[in-house]
Nanobody
Framework: QVQLVESGGGLVQPGGSLRLSCAAS????????MGWFRQAPGKERAFVAS????????NYADSVKGRFTISRDNAKNTMYLQMNSLKPEDTAVYYC???????????????WGQGTQVAVSS
């Protein structure tokens, strides 16, 4: 069992930056592959990025490549998503996800956070 709590969302202008955090508690953090998903209004939840157990392997959706960076600090039981050059189409609720399998677009996720709202608007 692991509990996930996201933070860092908010309102930002186009071109701006935000850093999301996902704090984990419970079971050993390093035993989970982690990821970020997002759900925009009227759309299904979609994969954003993922990171392997030790942080050596990452994967990104094409829409965020070159703008977003996923990272993790296993000593702090925390995962991050640095979001730069934000666009209005990045507006969504962002969810932290954990799985004992490598997180990807179609992975069955074992644990979800409650979500944090990101709004990109002028």
């Amino acid at each position: 069992q692991v509990q996930l709590v996201e933070s860092g969302g908010g309102l930002v202008q186009p071109g701006g930056s935000l850093r999301l955090s996902c704090a984990a508690s419970g079971r050993t953090f390093s035993s989970f592959s982690m990821g970020w998903f997002r759900q925009a209004p009227g759309k299904e939840r979609a994969f954003v990025a993922s990171i392997s157990w030790g942080g050596t392997s990452t994967n990104y959706a094409d829409s965020v490549k070159g703008r977003f960076t996923i990272s993790r600090d296993n000593a702090k039981n925390t995962m991050y998503l640095q979001m730069n050059s934000l666009k209005p189409e990045d507006t969504a609720v962002y969810y932290c996800a954990a799985s004992t399998r490598l997180v990807g677009p179609t992975t069955q996720i074992g644990y979800w956070g409650q979500g944090t709202q990101v709004a990109v608007s002028s």
